[in-house]
């Protein structure tokens, strides 16, 4: 079966230090792989995905992701962040007939 | 244009209450869907259209009754909701299979 594991829910940083979301995946198919962002009350927001070209995938704002198969990962980063980095971020993975497998999602804090 | 409009943004309704969710999308996508997303979770899917006929109904009470009128309209009709309905509601669209999902800002619904 397949499946999203976020790697802690709560992730703090200083604004301009480095931010490293976890994202590992389970997937008996080449997966197709998604970062979404969040703000507080609003909907989800395409950061990057992955879709087999690429293994590194850069997205907006900044962003980007690394896909990794020999370690099942797919972490989003960005070099330097930025208070207006602070949401809520899920990883998933697409089952395909239009079926999306979020992990539990976490949340960056970003402390000035 | 990436947009996928929903009203109204806040809803509150009585448990004996009939209302209705609307999604609209103008990107030419054959699929659409519904979350629901309760705080501090990932969103969990609803339902599943494609090229207007239902597809996945993920076990879903049926005070809960979806309807697609048209390629570019999705809604939602509510009936005799809980106090445990009360959540963000989420409408996507796609163009189908494993393609990236376009969410809506989604319905704040409150249930007294």
């Known amino acids: 079966a397949q499946s999203v594991t976020q790697l802690g829910s709560h992730v703090s940083v200083s604004e301009g230090a480095l931010v490293l979301l976890r994202c590992n995946y389970s997937s008996s198919v080449p997966p197709y792989l998604f970062w979404y962002v969040q703000y507080p009350n609003q909907g989800l927001q395409l950061l990057l995905k992955?879709?087999?070209?690429?293994?590194l995938v850069k997205g907006i704002n900044g962003f980007e992701a690394e896909f990794k198969k020999s370690e099942t990962s797919f972490h989003l980063t960005k070099p330097s962040a930025h208070m207006s980095d602070a949401a809520e971020y899920f990883c998933a993975v697409s089952l395909g007939g239009g079926k999306l497998i979020f992990g539990q999602g976490t949340e960056l804090s970003v402390k000035p | 244009d990436t947009e996928v409009t929903q009203t109204p943004k806040h809803l509150v309704m009585g448990m004996t209450n009939k209302k209705s969710l609307k999604c609209e999308q103008h990107?030419?996508?054959?699929?659409m869907y519904w979350y629901k997303q309760k705080a501090k979770k990932p969103p969990e899917l609803m339902f599943v259209y494609s090229y207007e006929k239902l597809s996945i109904n993920e076990s879903v009470p049926s005070r809960f009754s979806p309807e697609c009128p048209n390629s570019s309209l999705l809604n939602l009709h509510l009936h005799a909701l809980q106090p445990e309905d009360s959540a963000l509601y989420l409408c996507a669209s796609s163009q189908g299979g494993q393609e990236t999902q376009y969410f809506g800002p989604g319905t704040r619904l409150l249930v007294l």
């Open positions: 990107m030419g996508h054959r699929a």
């Open positions: 992955y879709t087999s070209a690429a293994t």
